[in-house]
């Protein structure tokens, strides 16, 4: 029995095999104790599971778009590879610049709100560009490279060295990029890149343009599926490799990759682009011959592949371009040129062999053609390209190498 001023409680206690509850005497002040000890015990286990619970409702680790990271991050790679068209092998190899994309995208984009599977046109956009940033050595450009971490201080310090500014083709309102890549921005305020506001083509990219900032590595097929995509400008770098066949899926206008290391042949589907204004290939390392299918390019004004490894003879068919060659098929919505009006066209420092096709020569300006410059390996006592008096503008001597 329990004595004056005492309180018989009954203690829980463990055997190995079985529970037992042993009947003790314990004093009041002792029994206040206790409730005190156990009042703080519970008031630790309820600040613990709070805190857990807030820990996992952090940005981030909360889960996005009403799916977890892994299944998020999953639904990404089933989009690179069945729309985006990327091998699982590339995405496998965690060194691709595919992988480092897909990694980049799932797990490391601050973009707020976040990107969901069902932002299919924005996350395939943002995949194939940042694909194109780890495959021409984004880390190793001049400017605009990534913060070095997610901090608000590094991402000002990274848009603070970015001056890259695109060209202004006069093709009426479109949004001009100017911070750091891979910047927790939609990739239109990317520097270098150029979108459409206009239409159901609005928040798109038209122009990637880059020149000097040291872009090197090679062009990844994926940029194929940039459907409005109407200026590639990639000047003045280290970009290796062929170009891709994909591009000719694009509505390009403007493609420009001098003084490059490109090598190959001109891809077949580029000549298909018959929208093409222009195609500045000069100085790089491309081989092969220019192909009759030149014809197609009836909107062509400017045409520079000089300084290449191009072999055979020049086909007769650049004589047709002359056909659409006014003025006013350079397309322009305020009323300004796109290009200047200077038809001009590069062979020289190649293997082309053979003689200038006279339909060529009558369409120099002189002969009241649009071609105002023509120039060829035609100097020397042995020219390679055999050029009347009154046909190429200029002459070179293909020098051995």
Same mark, same amino acid.
């Given at each position: 029995?329990?004595?004056?001023?005492?309180?018989? +409680?009954?203690?829980?206690?463990?055997?190995?095999?079985?529970?037992?509850?042993?009947?003790?005497?314990?004093?009041? /002040?002792?029994?206040?104790?206790?409730?005190?000890?156990?009042?703080?015990?519970?008031?630790?286990?309820?600040?613990?599971?709070?805190?857990?619970?807030?820990?996992?409702?952090?940005?981030?680790?909360?889960?996005?778009?009403?799916?977890?990271?892994?299944?998020?991050? !999953?639904?990404?790679? $089933?989009?690179?590879?069945?729309? @985006?068209? #990327?091998?699982?092998?590339?995405?496998?190899?965690?060194?691709? =610049?595919?992988?480092?994309?897909?990694?980049?995208?799932?797990?490391?984009?601050?973009?707020?709100?976040?990107?969901? %599977?069902?932002?299919? =046109?924005?996350?395939? $956009?943002?995949?194939?560009?940042?694909?194109?940033?780890?495959?021409?050595?984004?880390?190793?450009?001049?400017?605009? +490279?990534?913060?070095?971490?997610?901090?608000?201080? @590094?991402?000002?310090?990274?848009?603070?060295?970015?001056?890259?500014?695109?060209? /202004?083709?006069?093709?009426?309102?479109?949004?001009?990029? !100017?911070?750091?890549?891979? #910047?927790? /921005?939609?990739?239109?305020?990317?520097?270098?890149?150029?979108?459409? +506001?206009?239409?159901?083509?609005?928040?798109?990219?038209?122009?990637?343009?880059?020149?000097?900032?040291?872009?090197?590595?090679?062009?990844?097929?994926?940029?194929?599926?940039?459907?409005?995509?109407?200026?590639?400008? *990639?000047?003045?770098?280290?970009?290796?490799?062929?170009?891709?066949?994909?591009?000719?899926?694009?509505?390009?206008?403007?493609?420009?990759?001098?003084?490059?290391?490109?090598?190959?042949?001109?891809? %077949?589907?580029?000549?298909?682009?018959?929208? *093409?204004?222009? *195609?500045?290939?000069?100085?790089?390392?491309?081989?092969?011959?220019?192909?009759?299918?030149?014809?197609?390019?009836?909107?062509?004004?400017?045409?520079?592949?000089?300084?290449?490894?191009? #072999?055979? +003879?020049?086909?007769?068919?650049?004589?047709?371009?002359?056909?659409?060659?006014?003025?006013?098929?350079? %397309?322009?919505?305020?009323?300004? %040129?796109?290009? =200047?009006?200077?038809?001009?066209? &590069?062979?020289?420092?190649?293997? &082309?062999?053979?003689?200038?096709?006279?339909?060529?020569?009558?369409?120099?300006?002189?002969?009241?053609?649009?071609?105002?410059?023509?120039?060829?390996?035609?100097?020397?006592?042995?020219? $390679?390209?055999?050029?009347?008096?009154?046909?190429?503008?200029?002459?070179?001597?293909?020098?051995?190498?």
């Amino acid at each position: 029995m329990a004595g004056i001023g005492a309180t018989a +409680i009954r203690h829980r206690y463990r055997n190995r095999n079985h529970l037992s509850f042993l009947d003790v005497e314990v004093d009041e /002040k002792e029994m206040e104790g206790l409730l005190r000890m156990k009042k703080q015990r519970m008031s630790m286990m309820l600040t613990t599971t709070a805190s857990t619970t807030s820990s996992q409702t952090t940005p981030a680790a909360a889960s996005a778009c009403n799916l977890t990271p892994q299944v998020r991050a !999953a639904k990404f790679r $089933q989009m690179a590879i069945q729309i @985006a068209g #990327t091998p699982a092998a590339t995405l496998n190899n965690e060194n691709s =610049p595919q992988a480092q994309a897909l990694d980049w995208i799932s797990n490391k984009d601050q973009m707020a709100p976040p990107l969901c %599977p069902s932002d299919e =046109p924005e996350v395939l $956009q943002r995949y194939i560009m940042a694909a194109f940033y780890f495959a021409t050595g984004g880390g190793s450009w001049k400017e605009c +490279i990534a913060p070095a971490d997610s901090s608000p201080a @590094a991402i000002a310090a990274a848009n603070q060295n970015c001056s890259i500014e695109a060209t /202004k083709y006069p093709m009426g309102d479109r949004t001009y990029g !100017a911070d750091a890549w891979l #910047t927790p /921005k939609p990739i239109c305020d990317w520097a270098g890149l150029v979108c459409h +506001i206009d239409d159901e083509r609005k928040g798109t990219l038209d122009q990637i343009d880059f020149e000097g900032n040291n872009l090197s590595g090679s062009l990844i097929d994926e940029i194929g599926l940039l459907k409005n995509l109407r200026f590639l400008i *990639l000047e003045q770098g280290t970009i290796e490799g062929e170009i891709p066949e994909s591009i000719g899926n694009l509505p390009l206008l403007i493609v420009d990759l001098d003084f490059n290391r490109l090598i190959g042949p001109i891809p %077949p589907s580029l000549y298909n682009i018959k929208s *093409l204004l222009q *195609l500045d290939l000069n100085d790089n390392q491309m081989t092969g011959r220019l192909s009759s299918d030149v014809e197609h390019w009836q909107k062509m004004t400017y045409l520079q592949l000089n300084n290449n490894a191009f #072999t055979g +003879i020049i086909p007769s068919e650049l004589g047709q371009l002359q056909k659409l060659r006014e003025y006013n098929m350079c %397309p322009s919505l305020d009323g300004r %040129p796109l290009l =200047p009006q200077d038809y001009t066209a &590069f062979f020289h420092g190649n293997g &082309f062999i053979g003689s200038m096709p006279q339909s060529v020569c009558d369409n120099l300006v002189a002969e009241g053609g649009k071609l105002s410059t023509l120039e060829a390996d035609c100097a020397g006592q042995s020219p $390679q390209v055999a050029c009347g008096a009154q046909c190429c503008t200029a002459c070179f001597e293909k020098t051995a190498e």
